[in-house]
């Protein structure tokens, strides 16, 4: 099991606190914003306003399952002791982590049987050809993994680890690492992609998320992490961050400002929609101007004396 990056005991340090949200008159508000919730804002406003402020279900999707297939096999590996976190291992890991989050997630079988209508009251049966194919395609994915590290000379310090800091009094910083560990005395903070490296068009979403992540930890435990590494299991290439305060101190001021623009629209209620190649992959092209659609109306938002109380 990870340790907490805080005891639970422990007083509250630089901010860090429990994630808190109110809308009562005189409570405290607080937003709470994660890489991905950003990453929608940067991109799109009404994409935002969709999964952050709407919360409109989204059908689940095949890759997004293989990905957390594959994260919870490798969490489950480094649950073994070093010497047994071998390849084959993992395929052993691999049936009955499917098992258990079919069982726990029935949800995700609509991912595997892309032609069953959803949303529907009962999830598909899944054929056994679909998860023979996920099966076989993770195991691909676990085998690559196995090429960029060797798990039985890594000890982590915290895996699949909530990490979250509160910049201001309204705003809090959020996100899950997928492991850390010390390597030479530093910390290396590690995050698994099961699709491929980002072309040049995308980079800069990849090291916004690095950012973030060294941000939140040097700001959660004072430390400034030695190396922050995307590990791409789509073709086994890494993207690899060394933060310094200088970058961190500039990134804080951008996420403040991005904080800032978000308020402004949820006080406006301008939701701007933003077509690009990010469409393609949107699940709300149906009720998206850009697509001759309508947006519903904004659901009613707890709202506090001075601003509005926004969950990312
Ligand atoms: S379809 Fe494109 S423009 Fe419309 S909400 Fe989605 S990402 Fe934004």
């Not at 506090?304 to 926004?310: A, D, F, K, N, Q």
């Amino acid at each position: 099991m990870s340790e907490p990056l805080t005891e639970p005991d422990e007083p509250v340090r630089d901010g860090v606190r429990p994630r808190e949200v109110s809308g009562t008159p005189g409570h405290p508000v607080v937003g709470a914003l994660s890489p991905s919730r950003a990453g929608d804002f940067l991109s799109c406003g009404l994409l935002y306003r969709f999964r952050t402020i709407d919360r409109l279900p989204e059908r689940p999707g095949l890759a997004a399952f293989r990905g957390t297939l594959v994260h919870e096999v490798l969490d489950r590996l480094y649950d073994l002791p070093a010497p047994e976190r071998t390849v084959d291992e993992a395929g052993r890991i691999l049936a009955l982590a499917l098992s258990d989050l079919l069982e726990d997630e029935p949800e995700a079988a609509f991912a595997l049987v892309e032609d069953a209508d959803w949303p529907a009251d009962e999830p598909p049966t899944v054929p056994e050809a679909a998860t023979d194919q996920l099966l076989a395609d993770a195991t691909v994915l676990l085998d690559r993994y196995f090429v960029l590290e060797d798990p039985r000379g890594i000890e982590p310090t915290h895996r699949e680890q909530l990490v979250e800091v509160a910049l201001d009094p309204d705003l809090l910083l959020r996100g899950y690492v997928d492991r850390m560990d010390e390597t030479d005395g530093r910390l290396r903070v590690v995050d698994y992609k099961t699709g491929r490296a980002p072309g040049q068009q995308w980079e800069q979403q990849a090291m916004f998320q690095l950012r973030f992540y060294a941000l939140v930890v040097h700001r959660a435990t004072g430390r400034i992490p030695g190396r922050l590494q995307l590990l791409y299991l789509g073709n086994g290439e890494v993207l690899t961050y060394q933060p310094d305060e200088d970058d961190l101190d500039r990134f804080e001021r951008k996420l403040h400002a991005i904080w800032k623009a978000i308020t402004r629209a949820a006080d406006t209620g301008d939701w701007r929609p933003n077509r690009s190649a990010r469409c393609k992959w949107c699940s709300f092209q149906q009720m998206c101007p850009e697509f001759g659609g309508t947006p519903p109306p904004l659901p009613a938002m707890p709202v506090s004396e001075s601003s509005t109380t926004l969950v990312g």
